[in-house]
């Protein structure tokens, strides 16, 4: 229970890796926002989990704004919305794909922050989790947009550590590679057996990030068991980018 006591939001929290980090730090004590643009998965996760729904587009300034209307003070955010492309080059990225990643991704860490940690200096704590990828230091081919979407995501969880420190707010990273959600099929181009396979040659230890995963190493380093951690962009990868 290394959260008790503690409230969280964990954005794109209705699917995927945002579900297990959720889940992981409700299991922990925490009292957890799970918010999402799609209400549904949002109600589902929440109600499964005894957590809270909330509908949030993490691209939209006046939506981010609300949801600190429900949750104003929370010791942690966990950015974890996000979005790709499809695999293409770089050349044939449409424009809307292109913008919507720029929100989704990194516009998004942004009005967060713009929300948020004003109140975080006040309180002088916080922790804040950025979900970024693998793919921002060992990037893909034809993910070009979306691979430097998470580099930024890097270096900003970096530069905000720097920045945030004398407040006693930590920002660190976790690098996942792709887990089976619905973003593994954009990420293999095709989901056949053989592709399957050779993407998992890729990875050492042979399988795929788990929500699981994510929420264990989620829930250490927003815990005060890592009070000497910020700054890192850890990998949860199974070794890929060794
Ligand atoms: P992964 O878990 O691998 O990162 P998913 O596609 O399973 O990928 O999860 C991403 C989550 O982010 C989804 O639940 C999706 O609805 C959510 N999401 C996407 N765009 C937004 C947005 N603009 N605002 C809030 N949540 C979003």
Redesign the pocket.
């Known amino acids: 229970m290394r959260l008790s006591g503690k409230t969280a939001i964990v954005?794109?929290?209705?699917?995927?890796?945002?579900?297990g980090i959720a889940q992981r730090f409700v299991d922990e004590g925490a009292r957890v926002l799970v918010?999402?643009?799609?209400g549904d998965?949002a109600n589902e996760v929440a109600a499964r989990i005894k957590a809270i729904p909330w509908v949030?587009?993490?691209?939209?300034n006046t939506s981010v704004r609300r949801m600190a209307g429900k949750m104003p003070n929370p010791d942690i955010i966990v950015n974890?919305?996000?979005?790709t492309h499809l695999p293409q080059p770089l050349e044939d990225v449409s424009d809307e794909d292109f913008d919507q990643v720029f929100?989704?991704n990194m516009k998004?860490v942004f009005l967060m922050s713009r929300h948020f940690v004003p109140m975080m200096k006040t309180r002088g704590s916080g922790a804040i989790l950025n979900?970024a990828s693998t793919a921002g230091i060992s990037p893909r081919p034809n993910l070009n947009w979306y691979n430097a979407s998470k580099g930024w995501m890097i270096t900003a969880t970096k530069t905000m550590a720097v920045e945030l420190a004398p407040f006693g707010i930590r920002v660190n990273a976790l690098n996942?590679v792709?887990?089976e959600?619905?973003?593994?099929k954009t990420f293999m181009g095709e989901d056949t057996p053989e592709i399957r396979a050779k993407f998992l040659s890729t990875i050492p230890l042979g399988r795929f990030s788990t929500?699981e995963d994510m929420g264990a190493a989620a829930a250490f380093l927003c815990s005060d068991d890592a009070s000497m951690i910020t700054g890192v962009a850890m990998e949860v990868d199974g070794g890929r980018c060794i």
């Open positions: 954005t794109g929290a209705g699917s995927g890796f945002g579900a918010a999402d643009i799609n998965a949030v587009d993490v691209s939209n974890n919305a996000g979005v929100r989704v998004s979900i996942p792709a887990g959600t619905p973003l593994l929500p």
